[in-house]
């Protein structure tokens, strides 16, 4: 999924974004890192196709260690 496809512009191809039901997200906990930006994209845009097509797409997140939140 690339900017344009996920803002509507530039050539799109939906037809990969339709098969995808299922996202699962290992390392989680690195969303505090520098990577984290790059996961919370990825899930923003998905999120934004699930609402413009009305597909379903689950997200499972998975991490090893959890700080301790208060």
């Known amino acids: 999924m690339t900017r344009n ?3 509507g ?3 799109s191809d939906d037809s ?3 098969l995808v039901q299922l996202i699962i997200i290992d ?6 890192d520098d990577r984290g ?3 919370e ?3 923003a845009r998905s999120l934004r196709f699930q609402e413009t097509s009305g597909q379903p797409v ?6 090893a260690t959890l700080p ?3």
């Open 16 to 18: 990969l974004q339709k």
């Open 41 to 43: 994209t990825v899930v």
């Open 5 to 7: 496809t996920a803002c």
């Open 9 to 11: 512009g530039g050539q």
């Open 68 to 70: 301790n939140y208060q």
């Open 37 to 39: 930006a790059v996961i």
């Open 58 to 63: 689950r997200i499972v997140a998975l991490s």
């Open 27 to 32: 390392e989680v906990h690195l969303l505090n």
